[in-house]
């Protein structure tokens, strides 16, 4: 599958933007998708994630309350949408995803970039002050 991220873009802090990825060449409903994010200078981490139902989704701390995770597996896209954005939230973001049915223990595993096999191609938020 491929993936392609969109909807970056600066933002004043507190402000809103909803992040999108567009998978293609496979069957979307059968892949977890999960979203990460890396700063300059910082290791790339985890965001948020939702299962290929979207019957489960997880978040980071830093984004919990905020942030909101979602997909349409008819439109096979899925999106990040990002309020009350704050300056730290600057990074690229990158969508990932893995088959559901070799997602080991997804349940536990889900923050792990190595739990993802497919990944998109970053798309980038600033948020100022």
């Known amino acids: 599958v491929q993936l392609q991220a969109s909807g970056g873009g600066l933002v004043q802090a507190g402000g809103s933007l909803r992040l999108s990825c567009a998978a293609s060449?496979?069957?979307?409903?059968?892949?977890?998708m999960g979203w990460f994010r890396q700063a300059p200078g910082k290791e790339r981490e985890f965001v948020a994630a939702?299962?290929?139902?979207?019957?489960?989704?997880y978040f980071a701390d830093s984004v919990k309350g905020r942030f909101t995770i979602a997909r349409d597996n008819a439109k096979s896209t899925g999106y990040l949408q990002m309020n009350s954005l704050k300056p730290e939230d600057t990074a690229v973001y990158y969508c990932?995803?893995?088959?559901?049915?070799?997602?080991?223990?997804?349940?536990?595993?889900?923050?792990?970039?190595?739990?993802?096999?497919?990944w998109g191609q970053g798309t980038q938020v600033t948020v100022y002050s």
């Open positions: 990932a995803a893995v088959v559901r049915k070799f997602a080991q223990s997804y349940s536990t595993n889900y923050y792990r970039s190595g739990s993802y096999d497919y």
């Open positions: 939702i299962r290929w139902s979207g019957d489960s989704t």
């Open positions: 060449g496979g069957t979307f409903s059968s892949y977890n």
